[in-house]
């Protein structure tokens, strides 16, 4: 029997409803040579008052225009920072004339806090494509990860452009309806089911992509997901027993925690990442759930204030470098230099790790649309109010790759989703169920942190 208060709490996060979060939005971010007249950008705010920031070094002169208003700085920076009040619209304009000692570059950004609501409960998955759907399933099994439930391997042109796809494609509708869409095969997987979290395995035939993944794990976007186990050790030897590739042994990071970051066969990588458990006997691997997934991002502070607005807030901040031999077992010859936290999901506990890598850092964008590329190239989100969610997200300027469309079973379809793209990217998306299901996703989410 459930205690009275766990009644309690399992009613209040049933019926809880959604508060408003005010949240310090980078509107606009911009790193200027040291010699640049008077290039017009535009970017979007609301209406009201927002913050200029300048980090320059000493004896530079700057001239910025935000719509219109000039603001001269030549001896306003303390310490190498000044800030200043502007007056923002839905767009606006801004413009720098700048002298500054070379080679440095000066940082303006311009900031506004804003209320936003949305009903975001929790992560459905995370996605990763495979070249070889038959090949993939059986390495994943063997690791323990089990079939949660398929999805039909074709559907509308509408759906095929939900996540990108140009339509009509090639695809003659000869296995299956919907001539014109995309043709995959795949399946939703966990590890021991569904409540251990779940990937959206893949493979796309119609269109194809078979570029590799991410080469690094410092590429802007979904580069690694974790995958927690109760015996690190054991399971790299069963695992290397299988011919699994790994960057290296388990090793220790500065916190005392002990990973191991290896590819699966077309070479996406992931990490195992030892937690504390029950070392039970088993005939694969002692992995017991999906942890966080990381998200390489170009700016830390703008991407935090993104996040949060899906429910995430910073829980830990990731120490800016470590040891030689952590870094090499992250593939990089050399210490590397990162500014990173974990984000934590206020509703379903789910992790994301945001970093900002200063060195090495690779400036490439992430996976761009359509949603096939070979490797982990979107995660998706449960709402209970995908309009008024597109609605808040549109007024903050985030770009979608479609309109709301209805999903996953062609003309039948009881959900709808729509996919956009966060500030470096990476695609982000969100899926509205029927009710029923959201019950579901609160229940398994509060018996998940209850127990």
């Given at each position: 029997?459930?205690s009275l208060r766990r009644w309690?709490?399992?009613?209040?996060?049933?019926?809880?409803?959604?508060?408003?979060?005010?949240?310090?939005?980078?509107?606009?971010?911009?790193?200027?040579?040291?010699?640049?007249?008077?290039?017009?950008?535009?970017?979007?705010?609301?209406?009201?008052?927002?913050?200029?920031?300048?980090?320059?070094?000493?004896?530079?002169?700057?001239?910025?225009?935000?719509?219109?208003?000039?603001?001269?700085?030549?001896?306003?920076?303390?310490?190498?920072?000044?800030?200043?009040?502007?007056?923002?619209?839905?767009?606006?304009?801004?413009?720098?004339?700048?002298?500054?000692?070379?080679?440095?570059?000066?940082?303006?950004?311009?900031?506004?806090?804003?209320?936003?609501?949305?009903?975001?409960?929790?992560?459905?998955?995370?996605?990763?494509?495979?070249?070889?759907?038959?090949?993939?399933?059986?390495?994943?099994?063997?690791?323990?990860?089990?079939?949660?439930?398929?999805?039909?391997?074709?559907?509308?042109?509408?759906?095929?452009?939900?996540?990108?796809?140009?339509?009509?494609?090639?695809?003659?509708?000869?296995?299956?309806?919907?001539?014109?869409?995309?043709?995959?095969?795949?399946?939703?997987?966990?590890?021991?089911?569904?409540?251990?979290?779940?990937?959206?395995?893949?493979?796309?035939?119609?269109?194809?992509?078979?570029?590799?993944?991410?080469?690094?794990?410092?590429?802007?976007?979904?580069?690694?997901?974790a995958m927690h186990t109760t015996?690190?050790?054991?399971?790299?030897?069963?695992?290397?027993?299988?011919?699994?590739?790994?960057?290296?042994?388990?090793?220790?990071?500065?916190?005392?925690?002990?990973?191991?970051?290896?590819?699966?066969?077309?070479?996406?990588?992931?990490?195992?990442?030892?937690?504390?458990?029950?070392?039970?006997?088993?005939?694969?691997?002692?992995?017991?759930?999906?942890?966080?997934?990381?998200?390489?991002?170009?700016?830390?502070?703008?991407?935090?204030?993104?996040?949060?607005?899906?429910?995430?807030?910073?829980?830990?901040?990731?120490?800016?470098?470590?040891?030689?031999?952590?870094?090499?077992?992250?593939?990089?010859?050399?210490?590397?230099?990162?500014?990173?936290?974990?984000?934590?999901?206020?509703?379903?506990?789910?992790?994301?790790?945001?970093?900002?890598?200063?060195?090495?850092?690779?400036?490439?964008?992430?996976?761009?649309?359509?949603?096939?590329?070979?490797?982990?190239?979107?995660?998706?989100?449960?709402?209970?109010?995908?309009?008024?969610?597109?609605?808040?997200?549109?007024?903050?300027?985030?770009?979608?790759?479609?309109?709301?469309?209805?999903?996953?079973?062609?003309?039948?379809?009881?959900?709808?989703?729509?996919?956009?793209?966060?500030?470096?990217?990476?695609?982000?998306?969100?899926?509205?169920?029927?009710?029923?299901?959201?019950?579901?996703?609160?229940?398994?989410?509060?018996?998940?942190?209850?127990?």
């Amino acid at each position: 029997m459930l205690s009275l208060r766990r009644w309690i709490l399992l009613t209040a996060l049933v019926c809880s409803p959604v508060a408003a979060k005010e949240i310090d939005f980078t509107r606009y971010l911009g790193d200027h040579s040291f010699k640049e007249s008077n290039i017009e950008t535009s970017f979007i705010g609301t209406v009201g008052e927002g913050r200029l920031i300048i980090s320059a070094l000493p004896n530079t002169n700057i001239t910025i225009s935000v719509n219109g208003k000039t603001i001269a700085i030549t001896d306003k920076l303390v310490d190498g920072h000044a800030e200043f009040s502007v007056d923002l619209l839905e767009n606006n304009t801004i413009s720098v004339d700048l002298t500054s000692p070379p080679p440095t570059a000066t940082n303006i950004r311009v900031k506004q806090r804003a209320n936003i609501e949305l009903n975001v409960l929790a992560r459905v998955h995370f996605n990763t494509n495979v070249s070889n759907f038959v090949e993939a399933r059986e390495f994943y099994g063997k690791l323990g990860f089990e079939t949660v439930s398929g999805f039909p391997d074709t559907n509308t042109q509408a759906m095929a452009r939900a996540i990108g796809v140009e339509t009509p494609t090639d695809y003659d509708g000869s296995k299956g309806e919907h001539a014109g869409g995309y043709l995959l095969h795949g399946e939703l997987i966990g590890a021991g089911g569904f409540w251990g979290g779940v990937i959206d395995l893949i493979e796309f035939t119609i269109p194809r992509n078979v570029e590799a993944p991410y080469a690094q794990l410092n590429h802007l976007g979904m580069a690694r997901a974790a995958m927690h186990t109760t015996n690190i050790t054991a399971d790299y030897q069963y695992m290397k027993s299988l011919g699994v590739e790994f960057l290296s042994a388990p090793t220790q990071r500065t916190d005392g925690t002990l990973f191991a970051i290896f590819k699966d066969l077309d070479g996406t990588f992931y990490e195992l990442l030892e937690v504390d458990g029950e070392d039970i006997e088993t005939d694969t691997t002692h992995i017991t759930s999906l942890g966080h997934v990381n998200i390489n991002v170009s700016d830390l502070e703008r991407s935090n204030a993104w996040y949060q607005m899906f429910g995430y807030e910073v829980t830990e901040t990731l120490p800016s470098t470590e040891p030689a031999e952590v870094a090499k077992a992250m593939g990089f010859e050399q210490p590397f230099t990162i500014k990173g936290n974990r984000v934590t999901h206020d509703v379903d506990g789910s992790v994301l790790e945001l970093v900002q890598w200063l060195a090495p850092f690779d400036p490439e964008r992430a996976y761009p649309a359509p949603v096939n590329h070979l490797g982990i190239h979107r995660t998706a989100y449960s709402t209970t109010d995908i309009e008024g969610d597109v609605a808040a997200l549109k007024a903050q300027g985030v770009e979608f790759l479609s309109p709301i469309t209805p999903c996953c079973s062609g003309d039948d379809s009881s959900s709808s989703i729509v996919a956009f793209y966060d500030p470096d990217g990476t695609v982000i998306e969100l899926v509205e169920q029927p009710y029923v299901l959201h019950l579901l996703f609160k229940v398994i989410t509060w018996f998940g942190k209850t127990f």
